[in-house]
């Protein structure tokens, strides 16, 4: 439950004496942050499967319907001849370059978020990350929502047959 675009202090004071109407003793307090600037709305992560490993994951966001569930993989670590196919590779990819008239986003931007998503796909604790939505638009990028899952490492084996 939240308030977007609150302008100025009379409307934060408002939109928190609501909450605390609503929520009662059960809000203990409200974080404040400034509203994230427009953008076309991505998704980047990382997934980890049994027998590839970890995949670095980019594409639009689930809110953009225009191109639903439009994304692409490579494995992890990434290339700079991959992340540049992760940006190029999916159906939406020419959106972002030129959105509805408006300034085509920043390919650096991106390709510095894939390339660190990358990074991270090393740690063999994660389990999955989710970057949702990214908003990118000509300046750079911010992503407004991140998950991240880990779990303890148990080394496998995914060819070993087990009874059951």
């Not at 100025?8 to 809000?27: E, F, I, K």
């Not at 992340?83 to 030129?98: G, K």
Request: hydrophobic share 45%.
């Amino acid at each position: 439950m939240g308030f977007l675009d609150l302008r100025g202090r009379h409307a934060v004071r408002t939109a928190y004496r609501d909450l605390t109407a609503q929520l009662g003793t059960a809000m203990t307090g409200a974080l404040v942050r400034p509203m994230a600037e427009r953008g076309v709305e991505l998704m980047a992560g990382v997934v980890r499967d049994e027998v590839f490993g970890a995949l670095v994951v980019f594409g639009t966001a689930r809110t953009t319907t225009a191109f639903p569930a439009d994304h692409a993989t490579r494995l992890a670590p990434l290339t700079d001849t991959d992340v540049d196919e992760l940006l190029t590779a999916p159906r939406c990819a020419p959106a972002p370059f030129r959105h509805r008239g408006a300034a085509p986003v920043d390919p650096a931007a991106l390709k510095d978020l894939l390339a660190r998503l990358s990074q991270m796909a090393d740690l063999s604790e994660l389990a999955e990350a989710e970057c949702t939505p990214v908003l990118a638009r000509s300046d750079g990028c911010t992503v407004v929502d991140a998950r991240i899952r880990l779990v303890p490492h148990r080394p496998t084996d995914p060819y070993l047959r087990r009874l059951p």
